[in-house]
């Protein structure tokens, strides 16, 4: 069964930076691509990041590139976001999720079939 544990959400100030942190298990890591979404309230999930199975390919949303960037360690089974200059419209719960193949398309044009419970990222002016 796969699990995915999302921590590093939080409080930050405006212009500030945070890291998240997602562990995977169940299933073999290096196997899948990964990738982050968030869902603000009273709006839809949306895609921030993605990438491939071997780290090589990664893939953002407009709204977080140059800003926002996202690795992954197949050692440690774990999948980071790391989020620079954050504003206010950055503030959301964050999910992981884990796609059905290797690409990084696989997560970006397509709903993963794995996902974590969220990170609550708040952002204060």
């Known amino acids: 069964q796969v699990q995915l544990v999302e921590s590093g959400g939080g409080l930050v100030q405006a212009g500030g930076s945070l890291r998240l942190s997602c562990a995977a298990s169940?299933?073999?890591?290096?196997?899948?691509?990964m990738g982050w979404f968030r869902q603000a309230p009273g709006k839809e999930r949306e895609f921030v990041a993605a990438?491939?199975?071997?780290?090589?390919?990664?893939y953002y949303a407009d709204s977080v590139k140059g800003r926002f960037t996202i690795s992954r360690d197949n050692a440690k089974n774990t999948v980071y976001l790391q989020m620079n200059s954050l504003s206010r419209k950055d503030a959301a719960v964050y999910y992981c999720?884990?796609?059905?193949?290797?690409?990084?398309?696989?997560?970006?044009?397509?709903?993963?079939?794995?996902w974590g419970e969220g990170t609550q990222v708040t952002v204060a002016s």
């Open positions: 990438i491939n199975w071997g780290g090589g390919v990664t």
């Open positions: 999720a884990q796609g059905s193949g290797r690409r990084a398309t696989d997560v970006v044009g397509a709903v993963p079939p794995y």
């Open positions: 169940g299933r073999t890591f290096s196997n899948y691509a």
